[in-house]
Structures are given as C-alpha cells and as structure tokens.
C-alpha cells in the first residue's frame, strides 16, 4: 500500500524492556519525523531526520533512539520503556514538490508500559 | 523560542453555531502555519495552511503577523466538524521541524 505505515498499532510491555515502533513510507520523502501524543501536550517532536543516516533530537528524546539506514524505514527504538512512555506515536513524513510542507501521518502505535 | 498556543482545550458548540479555534505563535522566522485535524480513530490530516488562502470543508484561517495568530473559523457548525485540531507552525530554516500546539477538542452537539 501506498503511504505511510506503523507497526505494531498496539503495543503492552513491561518497565524496563527495549521496543521498537516501525515506520516505513513509500514516496521516499526525505523528511521524516517521529511524535508523541499525550493529553494536554499535544505532539511532541522527538527525533527526525532529514535524510538516511542524518536523525537528530527534538523537544523530549530521553530514552529513545532512531536510525535511518534506508530512506523509506525510520524506526524508533525505547531502550528501556518506563511507565512515562506510555502514549500514542505517530511517525510522519514531509511532502515534497506540490505537497511541499504538509505531514503525512501514520496511523500510529498505541504504547502502554505496565 | 517558538511556541504555539491554543488556549482552549475543548470547545462544546451547538449544530448550526459559529466555531472558533484560536492560535497563537510566536517565532523569529517566516513562518509556515497549518491546522491539521484528527477524527475519531483516523490518522492525523492536513485541514489547512495559510499559504493556500482556501476554504476547506466551510473552514478557513487568516494568518495574522500582527497579532501572530491563525484562527480557524467556521460559520456554522456540524456534526461532522466534532473532531481534535492542531494548530501547527512550520519552520523551513529549522530543519523543516513542525512545532504543534496542544490541541482543541471540538465536540458538535445536534
């Protein structure tokens, strides 16, 4: 399919183990982004990147880590989850040409640490 | 530093009522400014930004630098319009970095 793609949707872990939430588009944006989303915060920035191998942090990047080996996969790595990570994750992508500036979003992964 | 505000954190209006969702910014640069919205279990979506000038779904936003806000506005309500909404400064000379506000939850009652 065509677009912008998280997995898992839903995800329950315990404190202190490591996750990984996958994203993965198909336009070979150049940009991507990774946010969370929590009550009364909005979305945070936490990591983004302007190309493969070039990511850098945002507003809230404790305790998490990203790669981007290939333009499409932009995966997001919490190490150690603690019971704050707890939120929606939304990665997105930057249009380029006629969809210059707009984000396209994934569906997002729904984390809950226990 | 940037920052963008919206004040409201829910608006309850009725069916046929005027809505009006504030936002605030601030920031050094030009800046590119959005509303995004999310309906109930869908992916987050564009709604509108301020270059376009368009009118989408009876909504529309002015970009005011004056006063540094971009308001959505909508005359009359629906039902349909029940949704969040995030309003959204872009920043073109900070890596293309969005920066979105907290959120207004928009409840349209019949």
């Known amino acids: 399919d065509a677009g912008i793609t998280q997995s898992p949707r839903y995800k329950i872990t315990e404190t202190g183990r490591q996750v990984t939430l996958m994203c993965h588009q198909t336009?070979?944006?150049?940009?991507m982004f990774w946010y969370r989303q929590d009550l009364g915060h909005g979305l945070r920035l936490i990591y983004y990147?302007?190309?493969?191998?070039?990511?850098d942090k945002g507003e809230v990047p404790d305790g998490y880590v990203v790669s981007r080996s290939k333009t499409e996969n932009f995966p997001l790595t919490l190490e150690s989850a603690t019971r704050s990570q707890t939120s929606v994750y939304f990665c997105?992508?930057?249009?380029?040409?006629?969809?210059?500036?707009?984000?396209?979003f994934g569906e997002g992964s729904r984390l809950t640490v226990l | 530093a940037q920052r963008v505000t919206q004040p409201e954190k829910l608006l309850s209006v009725f069916k046929g009522a005027p809505v009006e969702l504030k936002c605030n910014y601030s920031?050094?640069?030009?800046?590119?400014l959005f509303w995004y919205v999310q309906y109930s279990r869908q992916r987050l979506q564009l709604l509108l930004r301020?270059?376009s000038r368009e009118s989408i779904k009876g909504f529309t936003a002015d970009l005011n630098k004056g006063e540094t806000s971009f308001h959505l506005k909508k005359p009359f309500a629906q039902e349909e319009d029940s949704a969040m909404y995030y309003c959204?400064?872009?920043?073109?000379?900070?890596?293309?970095?969005?920066?979105f506000g907290a959120g207004t939850q928009v409840v349209v009652t019949p």
């Open positions: 959204a400064l872009g920043m073109p000379d900070s890596w293309g970095k969005f920066q």
């Open positions: 990147s302007a190309a493969a191998d070039i990511t």
């Open positions: 336009w070979s944006h150049s940009y």
């Open positions: 997105a992508s930057r249009g380029e040409g006629i969809t210059s500036g707009e984000l396209f």
């Open positions: 301020h270059i």
């Open positions: 920031y050094s640069g030009s800046p590119e």
